[in-house]
């Protein structure tokens, strides 16, 4: 029965997705390192006027890494993309932490946010769909 029970729990637990410990009031701050290469956008609203060198960053928390229609990615996040790899904060956290570790190979995203990763990401998920 205690074995049962403690497999119930690990599968319940590997089940929910991944959340890194971030404050997303921090992360919005954090964020104005980002908008020089990212915007935050829906269909309908520009909530953070950014550049357009990177990929618009709405609704990244569970979109397919590599996946912003019209957006050249690098090998690495594109072979992401090819596992069908999903963002989560805590993946994309440790992304933008170092995108060339990360990746294993050169990354086109050249800015580490050594600090604040996790408050990005949780302020990003906040822009979830």
């Known amino acids: 029965m205690k074995t049962l029970i403690a497999a119930s729990a690990t599968l319940v637990a590997l089940s929910l997705p991944a959340f890194a410990e971030g404050d997303a009031t921090k992360g919005e701050k954090e964020f104005n390192k980002c908008k020089a290469c990212h915007m935050i956008?829906?269909?309908?609203?520009?909530?953070?006027?950014g550049g357009k060198t990177g990929p618009n960053l709405y609704g990244v928390i569970g979109r397919v890494a590599g996946s912003v229609e019209g957006f050249k990615y690098?090998?690495?996040?594109?072979?992401?993309?090819?596992e069908g790899m999903v963002w989560d904060e805590a993946e994309l956290a440790a992304f933008v932490k170092n995108p060339n570790d990360y990746?294993?190979?050169?990354?086109?995203?050249?800015?580490?946010?050594?600090?604040?990763?996790?408050?990005?990401?949780?302020y990003l998920a906040t822009f979830s769909q």
Do not use: N, Q, R
Not at 41 to 49: C, G, L, P, Q
């Open 74 to 82: 690098s090998d690495g996040l594109a072979a992401k993309a090819a």
């Open 103 to 122: 990746l294993g190979s050169k990354s086109k995203m050249t800015f580490k946010l050594a600090k604040g990763a996790e408050d990005v990401s949780a």
């Open 41 to 49: 956008a829906s269909d309908s609203e520009t909530i953070v006027k």
